[in-house]
């Protein structure tokens, strides 16, 4: 029997296909954001005297456009479309069905993602390479290790998003949730600042958890700022916070459902 | 049509046109603008106090229409005229004078309870506590409202929200008050309470009624006179038995048979619908032409009757044939055209 | 008691039933907290690997943050929803605004408001009290009334933008969030020295969205510094006026919008 995930996959990406218009206004915001982050990053290392912890004003211009146009895919912040259905009982059909419910949303989440990359990828970029330049590796195998490097990024994304909606089992309202979520995640991803640049306390609690596996590691990997050995390293780190939050994921999903069962909804 | 005795005009529209551009995508990327005629020349008059059903079709025009008399949409040309007033022009003022139900939007706020937006709607029309309290009172007995007053209007049942929306719409005393499918989704109770609160409001204080319906109950019911709309033109103007005497005034013989088979075509009457592959068929016939016996017979040569019964004309499919005859016409019009 | 006032009496409404539930209000006022935190994080992480930004120094950067963040925090509570326009198009709820004897703008301003902002607001007044003392700026009565008029025209001035933001909706509907690059990315620009833009993103956030008068001219006039070419001192007292253009734009916009929405014109 044929397994049912790359259909599910596909699915996702047709889904966010049809909101074209969306697509576009995110782009655009995504790209103004760009600007005024890559002036900012570039304004501090003026400030001092030309680099930051090996960011020079290209790769720090690089990094702002980079990170804007991964933001999108990589889903930084936290949705709550599974949460709804929680709250509503809707959930209990997801479950009544022969795919396991957090296979299927992860499917779904990548085909998404596929869906994002070029559209809210390629307007940031290409403002950027017009205005700042972007400082990018030549080699291909670089590019390849890249794409496991998002899709990896992008699954543990879907992993943490995916335990942030289904607290909904216990929470009656996971908005302050979501919003909790998305504020520390806009700051330990990477996604407001480099996180080479964080002070040591903070560099500290950010490698201790999965957050900046999300975006910073696939940006580190395209933009070459680490390769061969290294890049393998931050890959092996990545896939080790997905096994993490997917096995944490299916404990607590079962927890949830059993708890659907025993109090019906 | 004459008319001797003349209230003043209420609704007033004349050769009122409105189109509506929508872009609908074509292939992957192009988008195609097209133009589409919701109202098409409609000319009408309603007198004060008269309770008219504005009936038709689905994009028929009824609600556009609905929406032009209350100034929420502005025609694309002819002329509108709602208590004397141009509607998008003197938006606010004319609200202070109509009333407007739609029956799948809510004007209530829901997460406040009933009471609170009453509140907030006697604010919003600026009504001083001493004009809207005894009205309030009042609505509140006689849509029987009491019971559901301080309840949020999201935990309403949807009978409970449509009587408190056509409360908050008679808050504020209008004399005109206009219906957008006010019964839809309620059942058969909830309908008939409505109906009989509508009747008891226009003999109370005289109010002029204009209600979009698919509900013939509604019409049946509650109206004196009837608009057909279709294709956004007038098709019809005048009461329910003329109505029903302008498409013939139909009488419909129900027969089941012992197998299914195909539509029964048979002289002096026409299918009006067939259930069941078949199995159960409906024949319209004019009384003046020939004899429910007759159809039977002609009937009973091409098949096997088990059962029949023969039932007198209903609105609904007075409406439905008038349409029916509107959409031949059409076709006769276009073949010609081709 | 006379006519009350129909706006006033929504707006307590919303208030009142803000309280009511207590519990996912302070969650909500918490998660605010939060939201204005991680702003500064940017601030605070570029300082601790320099020590000036576009020729400010760590508690002047801070300053133009607070303003920015205070201001669109104060207006993102009164009138924030107003980019949420298209929730009431798709929902038809609009026509219902558009049926009562009032301003649609009115109504619509009024219909929301959201307290837990206060959170933000909070956060952007801290960072100010902490930092204000740690500049030169000289405490005294221009120093008050500069930042009295910078809060005040700051705040119209995203207040404007919103309805700003909340007109073009009426056309771009699916596509509503790209007003988020004139409001969010307004606030965002206006956060930080505006002398570390290139020149046409500096002309862009001045003289199209003006996020710079908000709090960077302000701070720039406030501790007399020089900023960069064509933004004399006295542009910092500007915000005000600044808000009235953007407010007769906004107006003009909104006008047309709703006229695009009835099909009044096109």
């Known amino acids: ?265 | 049509m004459t008319r001797r005795t003349s209230p003043e005009v209420v609704l007033e529209v004349r050769d009122l046109v409105r189109d509506y551009v929508v872009r609908r995508p074509v292939g992957r990327f192009r988008r195609e603008r097209r133009v589409v005629r919701a109202v098409d020349g409609l000319s009408l008059q309603v007198r004060a106090g008269e309770a008219v059903g504005f009936i038709g079709a689905n994009g028929a025009g009824k609600s556009t229409t609905v929406k032009l008399l209350t100034g929420v949409l502005v025609p694309t040309s002819g002329t509108v005229r709602t208590c004397g007033l141009e509607p998008s022009r003197q938006r606010r003022e004319l609200a202070r004078r109509i009333g407007v139900v739609f029956g799948q939007r809510s004007q209530l706020w829901w997460d406040l309870p009933l009471a609170e937006s009453f509140r907030l709607l006697a604010a919003i029309h600026r009504l001083p506590r001493p004009a809207w309290e005894p009205r309030l009172a009042d609505l509140v007995d006689r849509l029987d409202l009491g019971g559901f007053l301080t309840t949020p209007v999201r935990q309403l049942s949807l009978g409970q929200r449509m009587r408190g929306e056509v409360a908050a719409a008679l808050l504020h005393s209008p004399g005109v008050l206009l219906l957008d499918e006010p019964t839809i989704g309620l059942d058969v109770l909830a309908s008939e309470r409505l109906r009989r609160f509508l009747r008891s409001e226009r003999e109370e204080h005289g109010t002029t009624l204009l209600l979009t319906t698919h509900d013939m109950g509604d019409v049946q019911r509650l109206c004196d006179r009837v608009l057909v709309v279709d294709g956004g033109r007038l098709a019809y103007d005048g009461d329910l038995p003329g109505l029903a005497r302008r498409v013939g005034a139909q009488r419909v013989l129900v027969v089941d048979l012992a197998a299914p088979g195909p539509p029964l075509h048979v002289e002096g009457a026409t299918v009006l619908a067939v259930e069941g592959d078949g199995l159960r068929q409906r024949l319209a016939f004019s009384p003046e032409r020939t004899t429910a016996a007759e159809v039977l017979a002609r009937v009973a040569a091409v098949a096997d009757v088990r059962d029949l019964s023969v039932e007198e004309p209903d609105v609904a499919d007075v409406v439905r044939q008038l349409y029916a005859a509107a959409a031949q016409e059409q076709r006769r019009a276009g073949d010609r055209e081709s | 008691m006379g006519e009350p006032s129909p706006y006033r009496a929504v707006l307590a409404s919303r208030v009142r039933a803000q309280f009511s539930y207590r519990v996912s209000f302070a969650s909500d006022v918490v998660a605010n907290v939060a939201v204005g935190v991680s702003e500064f994080a940017v601030v605070y992480v570029v300082f601790s690997r320099v020590d000036t930004l576009g020729g400010l120094d760590v508690w002047q950067a801070a300053l133009v943050f607070a303003l920015a963040n205070l201001t669109f925090a104060l207006a993102d509570l009164a009138v924030g929803h107003l980019d949420r326009l298209p929730r009431h198009l798709r929902a038809g709820t609009l026509d219902a605004f558009l049926l009562r004897p009032a301003s649609l703008l009115g109504q619509l301003a009024t219909s929301e408001v959201s307290l837990k902002r206060l959170g933000r607001v909070g956060v952007a007044l801290a960072v100010l009290v902490v930092a204000l003392p740690r500049t030169d700026a000289p405490a005294d009565l221009r120093t008050a009334a500069l930042l009295v008029t910078a809060t005040v025209g700051g705040t119209a001035v995203f207040a404007a933008v919103f309805v700003l933001a909340g007109a073009l909706q009426f056309w771009l509907v699916e596509g509503a969030e790209a007003v988020n690059s004139i409001t969010y990315g307004g606030s965002n620009a206006a956060s930080y020295p505006a002398s570390v833009f290139p020149d046409p993103l500096r002309w862009a956030f001045t003289y199209v969205v003006p996020a710079t008068f908000v709090a960077y001219l302000p701070v720039l006039t406030l501790l007399g510094l020089p900023g960069p070419a064509g933004s004399p001192s006295w542009l910092g007292w500007c915000s005000p006026a600044a808000a009235l253009v953007v407010a007769g734009v906004a107006g003009l916009a909104w006008r047309a919008g709703v006229r695009y929405y009835t099909g009044a014109g096109s």
């Open chain 1, 1 to 265: 029997m044929p397994t049912p995930y790359p259909a599910l996959l596909v699915a996702g990406f047709r889904r966010f296909s049809t909101y074209r218009a969306a697509t576009a206004a995110g782009a655009l915001t995504n790209t103004v954001f760009g600007a005024v982050k890559a002036a900012v990053l570039v304004g501090t290392v003026a400030a001092a005297g030309g680099s930051v912890s090996g960011y020079g004003a290209a790769q720090a211009a690089t990094f702002a456009w980079v990170t804007q146009a991964l933001l999108a895919p990589v889903a930084v912040f936290a949705d709550d479309e599974l949460a709804q259905r929680v709250r509503t009982g809707d959930v209990a059909v997801d479950l009544a069905r022969p795919v396991d419910l957090q296979l299927a949303a992860w499917a779904d989440d990548l085909g998404r993602a596929a869906y994002t990359v070029l559209p809210r990828g390629l307007p940031p970029l290409a403002v950027g390479a017009l205005t700042t330049g972007l400082a990018l590796p030549g080699r291909v195998d670089g590019y390849l290790l890249a794409v496991v490097a998002l899709a990896l990024g992008v699954s543990i994304s879907f992993g943490c998003r995916h335990l942030v909606n289904l607290s909904a089992f216990w929470l009656t309202d996971v908005r302050g949730l979501t919003t909790l979520y998305t504020v520390v995640a806009t700051v330990l991803t990477g996604l407001s600042v480099p996180v080479g640049w964080f002070p040591p306390w903070l560099a500290v609690l950010a490698a201790a958890t999965p957050f900046p596996s999300m975006l910073q590691a696939p940006v580190d990997v395209l933009t070459g700022r680490v390769a061969g050995a290294e890049a393998l390293r931050v890959l092996a780190t990545q896939v080790a916070w997905l096994g993490a939050v997917l096995l944490l994921g299916r404990v607590v999903l079962a927890r949830g459902s059993r708890r659907l069962v025993v109090q019906g909804g």
